[in-house]
């Protein structure tokens, strides 16, 4: 069966300091995956997704970037991290052409 | 501009009862919607799914409908269980690129009451 994991599960920061969520999957091949984020008292919008190793995809302009070093591993990155950077940090995979996608533990970061 | 939208942010429901959550959506091109549950601080966990060729998808307790001509979906929990509580989320995407980017709903904050 397939697994996702994410670390860590919760991070605070300061602002102007780097950050670097991880994202695995097990039990699958060539999945797409993407990163969303949920801020308080708001829906999933999606960052980035990726089809592909270092293919990525980036939907809304941001502070964050991500990375795909590898088929099964996903990289959440900042240089330098805003306060409204704060948010819960929600990495998912899906089979290519199919509909549904599965969603990790998540992160909860505080940037202060 | 809110493609997706969940305009009842909470609902209480008696257990044993039907809980019916709301989802409409703008966008004609959506042609995949899922449905996920989500408990505070853990990922959101998948429901059920529809397919704009279907007007119905039923699993257990869960059945979502989806009138496309009004571009709205909604999901059925029968009978409903304390467990049950937690905050749902409707998502829909077009699927034509195959890459399934979902736009989702703020989310609705279901309470079963015991």
């Known amino acids: 069966s397939q697994t996702i994991h994410q670390w860590p599960a919760t991070l605070v920061q300061p602002v102007g300091s780097p950050l670097s969520l991880e994202c695995t999957v097990e039990?699958?091949?060539?999945?797409?995956l993407y990163w969303y984020r949920q801020a308080a008292g708001r829906g999933l919008q999606l960052l980035f997704y990726?089809?592909?190793?270092?293919?990525i995809s980036s939907e809304v302009p941001q502070n964050l970037s991500a990375s795909r070093p590898q088929d099964r591993q996903f990289i959440l990155s900042s240089k330098k991290l805003l306060l409204s950077d704060s948010g819960f940090y929600l990495c998912?995979?899906?089979?290519?052409?199919?509909?549904?996608?599965?969603f990790g533990p998540g992160t909860r970061l505080t940037v202060l | 501009d809110q493609q997706v939208k969940q305009n009842s942010p909470s609902l209480s429901v008696q257990e044993g009862r039907i809980s019916i959550l709301n989802c409409d959506y703008t966008?004609?091109?959506?042609?995949?919607f899922l449905w996920y549950k989500k408990y505070p601080a853990e990922g959101p966990t998948f429901l059920i799914s529809?397919?704009?060729?279907?007007d119905k998808n039923e699993d257990g307790r869960f059945t979502v409908f989806l009138n496309k001509s009004a571009k709205h979906l909604s999901l059925h929990i029968v009978p409903s269980q304390p467990g049950d509580s937690a905050v749902y989320f409707c998502?829909?995407?077009?699927?034509?690129?195959?890459?399934?980017?979902?736009?989702f709903g703020t989310g609705t904050r279901l309470k079963v009451l015991a």
């Open positions: 998912a995979w899906g089979k290519r052409f199919a509909d549904t996608q599965y």
């Open positions: 039990g699958t091949s060539n999945p797409n």
């Open positions: 990726s089809v592909g190793i270092g293919q």
């Open positions: 966008n004609s091109m959506f042609d995949y």
């Open positions: 529809i397919s704009s060729i279907k």
């Open positions: 998502a829909a995407s077009d699927g034509t690129s195959g890459t399934y980017k979902y736009i």
